[in-house]
């Protein structure tokens, strides 16, 4: 009889055919976290145009030496976490596991490093093959900014720092999160004062390496020539050498931290601070979580990589930068609305006047507010969708609360009978007529986006 059972349930799977899953480590985005992202993606962009940055695209696939060149070799990503193959024709390619490289070679091919400065958004996939965990996947998402051209024009060293943080806070802002990050900056070395500073932090950890009070792993980046990488260690071996790290101090130091406070901008030194990728210098900067572990803490990151485009084949040219993952903020703005859900009823079954009225509303709320609506690119709110259904007004009502409505607008049979409700509140409002109905339901969203 067992066996019977088994023939039969070979039989169903083999008509059904195999489950195809999703691959390891990727993620699918369902209407309400893609919405979510969406959200996200428009606001930055909307911020990073207020500040004179036009968008890009660059491929996902792009020649994985680009990155081992950019990013360094003893970088995570490079020596753990590329895709990288090799095709038909023998060219090793990469799928991007960031976007600042990129850009970079994209400035190169586009022979604009002769008009300069350049302003640049980007937002897109990329991927790393990293082990998945709880808000980390292997194919993520990230929006940034590019500052490329420093000096060149219009902006000096610190205006540019201060500009691409004071964008990087808006942003945070105009999600609501600035109260849940801070700003964590730190000073590296000029460019000249590099190498020297490089032999003296090598010096320092090779003494602890010497006394074997290192991590393998950070021994592996002394050996590789990257011994900053070994101050963001989060090994608890680690800790005693960085904690004895010479220090880098600079007398701009000062001067930022002060117009940063005169913009409002809070912030603390870490001296910690060096981000993981090689082409790094001079200046970087985090925003952290608040209360977060500190594998998961960082939210938005950047700072100054000067020598990048020469290290690609480019001429000199000062930059900085910063971006920041889609999920993590969709994440962390978990519970904030992205959408207003208005339904349309009716006394009597009537599909086509309800899909009349829904349109002309659709119409004359899109025409009247958000295509003009100043403050619609930073909003996180925006009028979403319309939904008609008939039959009692009570029964109605519970279809809407289930469906999740924050308003319903009910046309009665007689002509002029429309009555506009709140989800969750008793009392109405009646109106003869639709252009009252429109009149109102503007100042309600113009509300809803104040709020």
């Known amino acids: 009889m067992a066996e019977k059972t088994g023939n039969n349930e070979e039989k169903k799977r083999s008509k059904r055919g195999l489950r195809v899953q999703r691959v390891r480590g990727m993620q699918d985005f369902l209407p309400a976290q893609a919405a979510s992202m969406a959200r996200i993606a428009r606001i930055a962009e909307d911020v990073a145009r207020l500040y004179g940055f036009e968008r890009i695209e660059t491929p996902i696939l792009e020649q994985a030496q680009l990155f081992r060149r950019s990013l360094g070799l003893a970088s995570d990503v490079v020596m753990k976490e590329m895709y990288a193959f090799t095709d038909k024709n023998g060219d090793e390619l990469c799928l991007r ?19 300069l400065p350049q302003r640049w958004f980007y937002e897109g996939p990329m991927f790393r093959r990293e082990r998945p965990q709880r808000g980390r996947f292997r194919q993520f998402h990230q929006c940034g900014v590019e500052l490329l051209g420093i000096g060149d024009l219009e902006i000096n060293d610190m205006g540019a720092n201060i500009e691409v943080i004071a964008c990087a806070w808006r942003f945070l802002q105009e999600l609501r999160l600035e109260d ?3 700003l964590k900056i730190n000073w590296l070395p000029m460019a000249g004062q590099r190498d020297a500073y490089r032999i003296k932090i090598q010096n320092h950890f090779q003494e602890y390496a ?109 930059a900085i930068g910063w971006a920041a993952g889609l999920e993590r903020l969709a994440d962390m703005s978990i519970g904030k609305r992205d959408k207003i859900i208005i339904y349309i009823t009716e006394e009597k079954p009537n599909t086509v006047a309800q899909t009349k009225v829904a349109e002309m509303l659709r119409t004359k709320i899109y025409n009247s507010f958000i295509s003009k ?79």
Request: proline share 3%; glycine share 8%.
């Open 97 to 115: 596991p960031e976007g600042t490289a990129g850009a970079v070679r994209a400035l190169i091919d586009g022979g604009l490093t002769q008009t």
């Open 180 to 182: 849940k990050v801070t």
């Open 210 to 318: 010497d006394k074997n009070a290192l991590s393998e792993e950070s021994i592996k980046r002394l050996q590789l020539g990257n011994p900053f990488r070994i101050l963001d260690s989060k090994d608890a071996q680690d800790q005693k050498a960085i904690e004895n790290v010479p220090r880098v101090t600079l007398d701009e130091n000062n001067a930022f931290s002060e117009t940063l406070n005169h913009l409002n901008i809070p912030h603390v030194n870490d001296f910690r601070l060096v981000r993981g990728l090689d082409y790094y210098n001079e200046f970087v900067f985090e925003f952290v979580e608040k209360d977060a572990t500190r594998e998961q803490a960082t939210v938005l990151a950047g700072g100054r990589y000067d020598g990048l485009c020469e290290q690609l084949g480019g001429k000199p040219v000062r």
């Open 373 to 451: 609506s100043k403050k619609q690119i930073f909003t996180p709110k925006s009028f979403s969708r319309l939904h008609g259904m008939y039959d009692m007004l009570s029964w109605q009502k519970k279809v809407a609360v289930k469906s999740n409505a924050d308003y319903m607008i009910h046309i009665g049979c007689k002509p002029g009978e429309i009555i506009f409700l709140k989800i969750g509140e008793k009392q109405n409002k009646k109106f003869s007529n639709e252009d009252e109905l429109i009149a109102h339901l503007k100042i309600v969203l113009e509300d809803i986006e104040e709020s």
